[in-house]
Nanobody
Framework: QVRLVESGGGLVQAGGSLRLSCATS????????VGWFRQVPGKEREFVAG????????NYADSVRGRFTISRENAKNTVYLQMNSLKPEDTAVYYC????????????????WGQGTQVTVSS
């Protein structure tokens, strides 16, 4: 059974930082790409960042590029999202998702999802 579990969310002031983790089990992690998405009520889930199976390739949404960094540690079957210079508009539930090999930008192309972790940025 494949499981993805997010952690690290919370409440932070604008300008602060958080690091999200996505711990996986039940899949050959080193062959899967991982993406981070976020969703606010009433809006579609949007792509935030992704990392390829090898860790060499990364993608970022324009809204987070330069502030967020995605990384992976295959020995721990875990992907991280370091979020710096947080803004109130970053407030959302953050989800990680996985799919074989390459990063895709739409949620429909991901096979497995976590349950999400809430990030709230106060102004």
């Amino acid at each position: 059974q494949v499981r993805l579990v997010e952690s690290g969310g919370g409440l932070v002031q604008a300008g602060g930082s958080l690091r999200l983790s996505c711990a996986t089990s039940g899949l050959t992690f080193s062959t899967y790409a991982v993406g981070w998405f976020r969703q606010v009520p009433g809006k579609e889930r949007e792509f935030v960042a992704g990392i390829t199976w090898s860790g060499i390739g990364t993608n970022y949404a324009d809204s987070v590029r330069g502030r967020f960094t995605i990384s992976r540690e295959n020995a721990k079957n875990t992907v991280y999202l370091q979020m710096n210079s947080l803004k109130p508009e970053d407030t959302a539930v953050y989800y990680c998702a996985s799919r074989p090999r390459g990063v895709r930008l739409t949620m429909e192309e991901y096979d497995y999802w976590g349950q999400g972790t809430q990030v709230t940025v106060s102004s």
